[in-house]
């Protein structure tokens, strides 16, 4: 029987997080936002004033102190809102902080033309000034990026027009998750079964192959009586972004994405390159993969299919957390201590409730220690979310405890690495310790399937992107017949001439909602390369490797992320990384190749 779902107040306290940290009530919260209001009047005072070292770093103290007060609010805000979503004084809560926030950013948006308005000379004496001392990286990147800052009048029309250039998503959005509707299927028994974009993936994951077929021609036949509209929204989309290239005078909408964290395009075209060069090892693991599920032929409905039962294994939360103490042990006693100083301290808000957010995410603010919320059911899966939200965690901790407020934050680029770093050395422990080959088998699939949905597939959105902003940068019309015929090769191209392509496939494209926030999914395989690489360094004991690698979750924003990476050993200007990972993609295969042996698959 499914044990019944708890109200909030069912659940002991030993097991929600402490927010007190943050706020001691909603009514200290209250008294905080008021405050911010008297912050923000004293900096709108430097308008006009921001032509000397003393006056921005009047402002930039200023700001720093408003922004850090508005990070607690919307932080408080958003984990009360996600203990019960139901829950009506949350919902305003955080709506009142978004409100706010907008309205904030949209008063503070004088200041970065203003400060660029200065010579170039004057800005460089700037950036030596030693007044400026604290905030020196920060005036670098303002300096750097001056040739694409607009002038205050500019700036402020262009950040008028960002909800009317945001309107393609908000359509695609909204015509997937609300309007678009997918005829009802049959599974293997005759049973009617619904389709939605929210079970879909559930459904694709189904022993019941009939199911996954059905559901599948479901769903992409939904996908295909709208495909001009979307064609069109996505067209919107990456026009909105090359308009805004050739207004702040870059190159392209990819070197625009990617010039704000200073990486170079050639780091993007290098992880298209060398996935490309390793495609062989993806066939092997679709040929594993249909020899495995019994298949006289694969098709693309049988790529999220289970390979195997999986660990029957349950943990209970106790055995959880020392599950993932053994298997972070590697990186030393001090990163140990303060993992299990988190799992005691009420860091974790651990099991579901009626309302609560689904799923897992780690926050926390400068001020606070992190939180992370996970919903734990007691599979490897619930262990393995700690495990990786308790990495972001620690991320964070390391870069509030060693950087100045203004520079704890770390970009996106390097976000994924210590949550799967964590992952990695979980699994990496799991199979070491299992005599059981059926266990193993589904723990390297597992792997396998994170290097095959994160790395190669990653990649291959990263090039539709790519190929897709190149063709309307060069002329070409973003039609739903191109765009259908580019994504169906590129499916091709990874998957290899073992899978059999349905014409549904070309469709898929159109139901990832990460394309409207271009050139943003690369950094999904980078990540998870560089944490493949950084493990394998730990767990081979290369002199070093561990100090290097809590330096680097120390460093927050104090530097480019690409430098940041190299100092933990990850350059990926070059392969080398990519190549590592990949090479321990094909290790796992050869392991799982063994296994099924043994298993007489």
Not at 44 to 73: P, V, W, Y
Not at 414 to 442: C, F, G, H, M, Y
């Amino acid at each position: 029987m499914t044990e019944r779902l708890k109200e909030r107040n069912e659940i002991e306290e030993k097991y929600k997080w402490d927010l007190t940290t943050l706020f001691s009530s909603d009514e200290e919260w209250e008294r905080a936002l008021a405050e911010t209001d008297d912050l923000l009047r004293e900096i709108m005072e430097c308008r006009g004033t921001l032509h000397t070292a003393q006056n921005i770093r009047k402002f930039l103290d200023l700001e720093t102190e408003l922004s850090g007060k508005a990070e607690n609010l919307f932080c408080y805000a958003n984990l009360r809102k996600s203990e019960d979503t139901r829950a009506e004084a949350a919902q305003i809560m955080y709506g009142r902080i978004m409100s706010k926030y907008v309205g904030m950013m949209t008063e503070l948006s004088f200041a970065e033309p203003e400060i660029l308005e200065n010579d170039e000379t004057v800005l460089q004496e700037m950036v030596e000034d030693p007044v400026l001392a604290p905030y020196r990286f920060l005036m670098e990147e303002k300096l750097r990026l001056k040739a694409h800052t607009l002038s205050a009048k500019e700036e402020r029309i262009l950040a008028g027009l960002g909800e009317v250039m945001a309107v393609p998503g908000e359509v695609s959005e909204n015509l997937m998750d609300a309007d678009l509707t997918f005829a009802p299927v049959k599974d293997e028994n005759g049973r009617e079964q619904e389709v939605t974009g929210s079970n879909y993936i559930l459904l694709q994951m189904s022993d019941d192959r009939t199911l996954r077929r059905n559901s599948f021609l479901s769903y992409y036949d939904g996908y295909r009586k709208h495909i001009n509209t979307l064609a069109a929204t996505y067209a919107g989309a990456v026009k909105a972004a090359a308009g805004e290239a050739v207004l702040r005078n870059w190159s392209s909408s990819r070197a625009m994405s990617m010039g704000a964290d200073n990486i170079p395009e050639a780091v993007y075209d290098n992880l298209i390159d060398t996935v490309r060069r390793h495609l062989p090892l993806m066939y092997r693991y679709v040929r594993l993969r249909r020899r495995l599920l019994g298949l006289d032929e694969i098709h693309y409905y049988d790529v999220y299919a289970p390979l195997c039962k999986g660990s029957a294994k349950r943990y209970t939360y106790e055995e959880a957390k020392e599950t993932v103490l053994d298997a972070i042990r590697p990186l030393g006693e001090d990163y140990c201590r303060k993992v299990a100083e988190g799992l005691e301290s009420r860091w974790i808000d651990v099991y579901p409730n009626k309302g609560k957010s689904t799923g897992a995410f780690s926050s926390g603010t400068y001020d606070s220690n992190p939180y992370i919320l996970t919903n734990f059911t007691g599979t490897l899966d619930s262990v393995s979310t700690i495990a990786h939200e308790m990495g972001h965690s620690m991320h964070t901790w390391h870069s509030n405890t060693h950087q100045p407020r203004q520079y704890a934050g770390y970009t996106l680029f390097v976000a994924e690495v210590a949550s799967t770093v964590n992952e990695n050395l979980l699994i990496d422990q799991l199979l070491e310790k299992t005599e059981d080959p059926q266990e193993r088998l589904a723990l390297l699939n597992q792997y396998l399937e994170g290097f095959k949905g994160t790395v190669y597939r990653q990649t291959m959105f990263a090039e539709f992107e790519k190929k897709a902003h190149a063709m309307y940068e060069s002329g070409e019309a973003l039609n739903p017949a191109a765009l259908n015929a580019l994504y169906l090769q590129l499916v091709k191209d990874y998957f290899g001439e073992d899978m059999v392509m349905d014409d549904e496939v070309q469709y898929e494209w159109a139901r990832i909602p990460h394309f409207y926030r271009p050139f943003y999914v690369y950094v999904y395989a980078t990540g998870y390369s560089s944490a493949a690489a950084i493990s394998e360094m730990i767990l081979r004991g290369d002199e070093g490797a561990v100090q290097r690698y809590i330096e680097f979750l120390s460093m927050g924003g104090s530097a480019y992320p690409l430098d940041e990476l190299k100092h933990a050993g990850v350059d990926l200007t070059t392969p080398a990384p990519i190549e590592t990972a990949l090479a321990k993609f094909e290790r796992l295969l050869e392991d799982a190749e063994r296994t099924a042996d043994r298993l007489g698959l």
